[in-house]
């Protein structure tokens, strides 16, 4: 990093000043994209497997973002940073899960369970069901928080104390937080893992995934599953999402205010039963979101009176929002979760969640309601 580390820096000067070359005279002011599958023998890295200047340049980035002392690694993607981690587990470990989580994780964590890789728990997505769950000699506790599409708000705090008096390693999922609304290593959690597809490189252009912990012994291990597994980036991605966590403190900034405001706005819409967001005071997770984090967050829940016929009109009648999976882009989309069988039965069958982008908010609202106008009512 040419930044002086002992200076204290803001997130949004480290997501532009961590992982640059050093400032000798000629030299460029961003790490390329090293296209090289092996490097000239007696350097510090022999193989483009174990690792790449160009991942270098990001992971500074994604650990001075996550806090002092954290060591960031990526992957291919959040599910190669995800299937990296829950490899730690031995066979046979036990893990506690959610009921309501990112459909990904929740199948990789069942197919492991049925095939007696592991076995699983799944608890509610709340902190009182999470740790009644945790019994001694649990292997690993794996927390979504805020959980994917439901905004649940799980407390890291209590949680992490319950599993390692168990023994068990806790995982946080900070997709939806980002390292800018929680840091959950600073709450006691072991590992971080974040799909850096969503907010991190936030274009839509990259799937990329990465994974950022403290203790050394366990940075050590997940670099192993990494170099054995095989889920590394490439370099090319891993320069794509660099360039885009650049702005990645402003296009954050912006999306969580228009999340806000959309979210009160659809509030006093009649064709809305009912909306999440964590910034509302009446919010199930507002008084816990507003103590663990530092930002509400771009997601906002909605569910329709008129159901998920009335969900799947509004998702196909916006113009401006893109009916699309995924989440945390420039641009804003919609779906309705439950039109994937593998989503959790938990989630309401008409509750459409919105990836608030960075467009005009006016702009949103005026298309979003113009589709909720029209949205078929009981
Ligand atoms: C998208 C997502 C993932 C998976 O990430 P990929 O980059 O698609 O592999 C994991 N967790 C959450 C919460 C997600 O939203």
Redesign the pocket.
């Given at each position: 990093m040419a930044v002086d580390p002992s200076a204290p820096l803001a997130p949004a000067t480290l997501a532009v000043a961590a992982g640059r070359p050093a400032r000798d005279p000629g030299a460029p002011v961003n790490t390329p994209p090293v296209l090289s599958s092996t490097f000239a023998a007696g350097g510090p890295v022999s193989y483009a497997r174990v690792g790449n200047p160009t991942w270098t340049a990001l992971e500074e980035v994604l650990a001075a973002l996550e806090g002092p002392g954290t060591r960031a690694l990526s992957f291919a993607?959040?599910?190669?940073g995800?299937s990296a981690v829950a490899s730690l587990v031995p066979v046979g470990g036990l893990v506690i899960g959610q009921t309501v989580a990112?459909s990904?994780?929740r199948s990789l964590l069942g197919r492991w369970a049925q095939s007696g890789r592991i076995r699983l728990v799944e608890a509610s997505p709340s902190t009182d069901a999470l740790v009644a769950a945790v019994t001694s000699g649990a292997a690993m506790v794996w927390l979504?928080t805020p959980t994917?599409p439901t905004l649940d708000v799980i407390d890291i705090a209590r949680v992490s104390e319950a599993a390692h008096a168990a023994g068990a390693l806790v995982v946080v999922?900070s997709?939806?937080a980002t390292p800018l609304g929680q840091r959950p290593l600073d709450l006691g959690a072991d590992i971080v893992v974040h799909?850096?597809?969503?907010y991190l490189a936030g274009h839509s252009d990259v799937?990329?995934?990465a994974v950022v912990v403290r203790d050394a012994d366990l940075a050590e291990q997940v670099s192993q599953n990494r170099i054995l597994g095989g889920g590394i980036p490439g370099p090319m991605e891993a320069w794509i999402a660099l360039r885009g966590l650049r702005t990645f403190p402003l296009r954050w900034e912006r999306a969580c205010a228009s999340a806000a405001e959309l979210a009160v706005r659809c509030q006093g819409h009649p064709a809305v039963t009912r909306v999440r967001h964590l910034s509302l005071p009446d919010d199930p997770g507002h008084a816990l979101a507003a103590r663990q984090m530092a930002s509400f967050g771009a997601i906002v829940s909605v569910e329709l009176a008129g159901g998920p016929s009335a969900a799947e009109a509004v998702a196909g009648a916006t113009r401006v929002w893109l009916h699309a999976t995924?989440?945390g882009g420039v641009e804003s989309t919609l779906e309705r979760r439950r039109r994937w069988p593998e989503e959790s039965p938990e989630v309401p069958d008409g509750l459409l969640r919105l990836s608030v982008g960075i467009e005009d908010v006016e702009d949103l609202w005026a298309d979003l309601s113009r589709a909720l106008d029209a949205a078929p009512r009981p």
């Open positions: 993607s959040g599910m190669a995800i990112y990904g994780t979504e994917n999922d997709t939806f799909s850096a597809t969503k799937l990329l995934g995924s989440l």
